[in-house]
């Protein structure tokens, strides 16, 4: 029998609303993005490809011709990219949109690093130190959240 590829899951309504804001986002709206979002932060596998293609391309004419271009061999993101791209509602803010949802994709992430880090915490194996660098971890993440969010390093 041939093997069928298998689909991704769809991204969740919250990863769908920020690939529209993306689509609507000015080419100084991406370019500000590039420098605050860290497309790893993002859970969703093709959302944080298409996230990719948007901040690869900011130096580039930023067409949504171009964006489908860069993710031709993934149907799925060109599927959703499509879709918000044609979405016809208003979207107020899109600055103030893209700052909330990336603060949110952000958090998000330190959140599931935390729960990582608590694992580590759990462990058997881990030695009194080992559980200090943890805690100590767990602290610094928790202090980044509650933090405005700050140009990326290496942006």
């Not at 944080?48 to 949504?64: C, K, W």
């Not at 061999?73 to 060109?78: F, G, S």
Request: hydrophobic share 45%; net charge negative; proline share 7%.
């Amino acid at each position: 029998a041939p093997v069928q590829a298998r689909e991704e899951a769809p991204p969740p309504i919250p990863a769908l609303r920020f690939v529209e804001l993306l689509c609507r986002a000015s080419h100084q709206e991406i370019d500000w993005l590039h420098h605050l979002l860290d497309p790893a932060w993002i859970a969703h596998a093709t959302t944080r490809d298409i996230t990719r293609a948007f901040l690869r391309h900011v130096s580039e004419d930023g067409s949504i011709a171009g964006i489908l271009g860069a993710l031709a061999d993934n149907p799925h993101a060109l599927r959703i990219v499509t879709e918000a791209a044609a979405q016809q509602r208003a979207i107020p803010d899109i600055p103030r949109q893209l700052a909330d949802a990336t603060r949110k994709i952000r958090d998000g992430w330190i959140d599931r690093q935390v729960l990582l880090v608590g694992t580590r915490l759990g462990g058997p194996a881990s030695d009194h130190e080992a559980q200090i660098a943890a805690l100590r971890e767990q602290q610094e993440l928790r202090a980044l959240r509650k933090a405005a969010l700050t140009p990326l390093s290496d942006a």
